[in-house]
Nanobody
Framework: QVQLVESGGGLVQAGGSLQLSCAASGSRFSIGVMGWYRQAPGKQRELVAR???????NYADSVKGRFTISRDNAKNTVYLQMNSLKPEDTAVYYC??????????????WGQGTQVTVSS
C-alpha cells in the first residue's frame, strides 16, 4: 500500500510564494512520472506540472516561468515551488504518482489535496 501525503498549502497575497511537497510512503514500489494538478471551484481538473524520473519537466502555459517542479528520488518526494502567485492560481492542488509495485502491479495514486488561496 502506498500513500501520497501533501503539505505546504495556505493563504498568501498576490505576488507571494508557496512550496508544496508530496511524499510517497510505503514499501516495495518504484515511482515513474509524478505531477501536480489543480481544481478551482466550478472548473475541471487541470495539469499544472509533471516530472519524469529522469528530471524532464512539462508545465501548463499559465504557470510557465512562475512555478518549478522538482523531485528527490531518494525521499520519494515531489515539490512544486510557486512564485509570483496570482488570484487565478487559487485551487485545490493534488499530487499524482505513477507507482509500480515490485509485484508488477501499476497504480495511479493521488494525494489528499491541499488548498492554495491567493488573495488580491
Amino acid at each position: 500500500q502506498v500513500q501520497l501525503v501533501e503539505s505546504g498549502g495556505g493563504l498568501v497575497q498576490a505576488g507571494g510564494s508557496l512550496q508544496l511537497s508530496c511524499a510517497a510512503s510505503g514499501s516495495r514500489f518504484s515511482i515513474g512520472v509524478m505531477g501536480w494538478y489543480r481544481q478551482a471551484p466550478g472548473k475541471q481538473r487541470e495539469l499544472v506540472a509533471r516530472i519524469t524520473g529522469g528530471g524532464s519537466t512539462n508545465y501548463a502555459d499559465s504557470v510557465k516561468g512562475r512555478f518549478t517542479i522538482s523531485r528527490d528520488n531518494a525521499k520519494n518526494t515531489v515539490y512544486l515551488q510557486m512564485n509570483s502567485l496570482k488570484p487565478e492560481d487559487t485551487a485545490v492542488y493534488y499530487c499524482n504518482a505513477d507507482v509500480t509495485m515490485w509485484s508488477g502491479t501499476r497504480i495511479d495514486y493521488w494525494g489528499q489535496g491541499t488548498q492554495v488561496t491567493v488573495s488580491s
